[in-house]
């Protein structure tokens, strides 16, 4: 049996429990509610519901965030080619990537204000750290053979670079990619949770919560589970298409 | 002709070669012959450009213009020395790329190397879905591909198991006989130096001095019976009875 197959008889089975649970009133329905009413939850989320805004909303602060994040972060990395200020560099990536980025959510709200650029540019701080660290060493790593090769057929520095230090590093900057798109998934969600926003996902979980739609509550948190499984799946089915050479 | 003159190189305090003086004839393989780490690479690397040596110099007699002696380098791991992002037949043009601008006349190139080496079926393959011997065979494309003044293989065989050994040095001397270009080889298999080179140089640990030179006049083309002959047994024997005093 396939593997998905047997994941969903799973699903199927914690689901069936859980009716059973809620049916027998073991657990509290109001704080537990059963399947059916999540799914029809679920249902209406998309019907009459402004979640489709939601992710909307949601997604547009993801990908501007990984997009100008992962530019700035590869550049930073890239600079460090001529090894020239590197470790110091390294010292204070890891110092500031030590810091929750949702602890420092307060100083971007109070230089930036409440509105989507300091949303945004927390999640473009928090990504170009990633990225920045994953492309030093990315390049760190090169393997000299390489590098005598590309001597040895005489390339000049941009071949060089385009040709055999950037696909060497492309591995360590693609694993910095997928980290940060789990990554700033969360950011995205706990700011709309505590930032007041009229739209997205960490705000509809929220306000179900508040206003105690429990069923809709669950069905947004599986909503963004849902979401979040796909994104990292489409990702590493590009990365293995695109970065084949990973560990080879 | 090639003349290594007086070649000294230290790394620090540690004295690497000691005064390393050989020809090198036109049209002539030789291969260097000696323990781990005693500087045959470095040796190498200094002809081929890609490190300075402290004293000596590398002279190309009957050469028409005074540019440096170009090299083909083949490494011996091509799992480093071929670039994984690329196809076997990328690599093969990654040679091309600096000197021969135009496109058409690139394709051109490369697909005569690919019909000299036999390698259309595998051209589109990366290098790590081919076999080693393919591999290095690809590589040894590569440095054809160059045109180089001399091809040096740093032990280009031995990364491979025994057959795959064979059937490339096989491959390689059907290659070599079409255009007989100077080859230095360095190597740590005695049959090996038999079957390739006219001249073998038998190096001492470090510092590297050469200790004698043997010349190789087994008739070409050579084949694999020929190991088993007179000669070959009585050029052996110098090897191991020169190799062995140097141990005690």
């Known amino acids: ?20 649970l809620a049916e027998s009133e073991i657990l509290p329905v109001l704080l537990f509610p059963p399947p059916q009413k999540i799914i029809s939850a679920f249902w209406h989320l998309f019907v009459g519901g402004t979640i489709l805004s939601d992710i909307g909303a949601t997604f547009m602060r993801l990908f501007i965030g990984l997009g100008i994040g992962s530019l700035l972060g590869i550049l930073i990395g890239l600079s460090t080619l001529k090894s020239k200020g590197r470790s110091g560099l390294i010292f204070w990536i890891d110092f500031l990537r030590s810091i929750p980025a949702a602890a420092l959510l307060p100083i971007f709200l109070l230089l930036l204000g409440l509105g989507e650029i300091s949303k945004i540019t927390l999640v473009i701080f928090s990504v170009t750290l990633i990225m920045s660290i994953n492309t030093i060493y990315g390049i760190k790593n090169i ?20 040709k055999v230090i950037f696909p060497e590093a492309l591995p360590h900057i693609s694993s910095g990619l997928r980290q940060s798109i789990s990554f700033s998934l969360i950011i995205v969600i706990v700011i709309e949770m505590l930032v007041s926003t009229e739209y997205g996902l960490g705000r509809r979980v929220v306000d179900y919560h508040l206003t105690f ?16 499984y796909s994104v990292n799946k489409i990702y590493v089915l590009l990365e293995t298409k695109k970065v084949h050479w990973i560990g080879k | 002709m090639i003349k290594v003159i007086g070649i000294n190189k230290s790394y620090g305090t540690a004295a690497i070669l000691q005064n390393i003086s050989f020809d090198i004839s036109d049209g002539q393989i030789v291969a260097l012959f000696g323990p781990n780490g005693c500087g045959k690479t470095t040796l190498l690397k200094i002809i081929a450009g890609l490190d300075k040596q402290d004293s000596g110099e590398i002279k190309q007699l009957n050469k028409s213009d005074d540019s440096d002696l170009s090299a083909g380098l083949v490494f011996q791991d091509h799992r480093f020395s071929l670039l994984p992002w690329m196809t076997i037949r990328g690599n093969i043009e990654l040679a091309l790329i600096s000197r021969v601008k135009s496109k058409p006349e690139r394709e051109e190139k490369v697909n005569q190397i690919i019909n000299r080496l036999n390698l259309g079926k595998h051209q589109y393959k990366y290098p790590y879905q081919v076999s080693g011997g393919l591999s290095q065979l690809s590589a040894f494309g590569r440095a054809l591909a160059l045109n180089p003044d001399i091809y040096l ?17 096989q491959q390689f001397l059907a ?7 100077s080859t230095i080889i360095v190597t ?3 049959d090996e130096a038999i079957l390739l080179a006219d ?8 510092p590297a001095k050469i200790l004698d030179i043997i010349s190789n006049n087994i008739p070409r083309p050579r084949s694999l019976e020929q190991l088993g002959g007179d000669l070959s047994q009585r050029i052996r024997q110098k090897i191991i009875s020169i190799a062995q005093s140097f141990l005690i």
């Open chain 2, 153 to 169: 293989f740093d032990e280009p065989f031995s990364a491979l198991d025994y057959q795959s050994a064979l059937k490339l040095q």
């Open chain 1, 213 to 228: 739609e429990i069923s809709s509550m669950y069905a947004v948190i599986i909503l963004i589970g849902i979401i979040g």
């Open chain 1, 143 to 162: 393997n000299n053979i390489r590098l005598m090769v590309a001597k040895n057929l005489l390339l000049n520095t941009w071949q060089t670079f385009s």
């Open chain 2, 188 to 190: 740590h298999s005695i």
């Open chain 2, 199 to 206: 001249q073998i140089i038998i190096f001492s640990g470090l």
């Open chain 1, 1 to 20: 049996m396939s593997n998905w197959k047997k994941q969903l008889i799973i699903i199927l089975i914690i689901a069936w429990v859980w009716f059973l």
């Open chain 2, 175 to 181: 290659l070599w006989e079409k255009d007989k270009k």
